[in-house]
T-cell receptor, first 111, second 113 residues
Framework: AQSVTQLGSHVSVSEGALVLLRCNYS??????LFWYVQYPNQGLQLLLK??????LVKGINGFEAEFKKSETSFHLTKPSAHMSDAAEYFCAVSESQKVTFGTGTKLQVIP | NAGVTQTPKFQVLKTGQSMTLQCAQD?????MSWYRQDPGMGLRLIHYSVGAGITDQGEVPNGYNVSRSTTEDFPLRLLSAAPSQTSVYFC????????????FGSGTQLSVL
């Protein structure tokens, strides 16, 4: 069965610092992997997705993620955090007809 | 283009009451799903549907029923509400393929007293 593990339920970074949100997955087949962002009192929006093309995936708002099969990881990064990046981030894996989400990481950006 | 529309946005129920959460999408998506979101637990799949007339269970289906009589609508029914069903519920849809993103509704905040 597929699963997703997000390390760190809360991450704090200073404005302008590197953002690194960790995601590890397990899947019995080559996975489709996603990162979604949730702003307060809203639904989830897609940041980026990996679908077996390039291993480095670029998304919206300057975020990117690298698929590493050997490490079963799909970590999300952004070189320089903005205040507007404060939100909750979810990693997800899609296999068969089910999409499984991680438990989420709340990102705090400190001025 | 309205996307995925959920109603109501807020609901308070008493233990034992029943209700239906509505979800409609206008994108002709084959796939629709219901999630519940609880603090520290992320989103957990309740039920999903790959097309009209086809539904299946997700991770946490107990206490919930669904049906899919049309492509557009996928209502979620709580048969006898329990406090453990207090949560935020999201409906999501996508085209049929698993490599496509999910489109989410704005959520229903449900409290069961």
């Amino acid at each position: 069965a597929q699963s997703v593990t997000q390390l760190g339920s809360h991450v704090s970074v200073s404005e302008g610092a590197l953002v690194l949100l960790r995601c590890n997955y397990s899947s019995s087949v080559p996975p489709y992997l996603f990162w979604y962002v949730q702003y307060p009192n809203q639904g989830l929006q897609l940041l980026l997705k990996y679908t077996s093309a390039a291993t480095l995936v670029k998304g919206i708002n300057g975020f990117e993620a690298e698929f590493k099969k050997s490490e079963t990881s799909f970590h999300l990064t952004k070189p320089s955090a903005h205040m507007s990046d404060a939100a909750e981030y979810f990693c997800a894996v899609s296999e068969s007809q089910k999409v499984t989400f991680g438990t989420g990481t709340k990102l705090q950006v400190i001025p | 283009n309205a996307g995925v529309t959920q109603t109501p946005k807020f609901q308070v129920l008493k233990t034992g009451q029943s209700m239906t959460l509505q979800c409609a999408q206008d994108m002709n998506h084959e796939y629709m799903s219901w999630y519940r979101q609880d603090p520290g637990m992320g989103l957990r799949l309740i039920h999903y549907s790959v097309g009209a007339g086809i539904t299946d269970q997700g991770e946490v289906p107990n206490g919930y029923n669904v049906s899919r009589s049309t492509t557009e609508d996928f209502p979620l029914r709580l048969l006898s509400a329990a406090p453990s069903q207090t949560s935020v519920y999201f409906c999501a849809s996508r085209p049929g393929q698993g490599n496509e993103k999910l489109f989410f509704g704005s959520g229903t905040q449900l409290s069961v007293l």
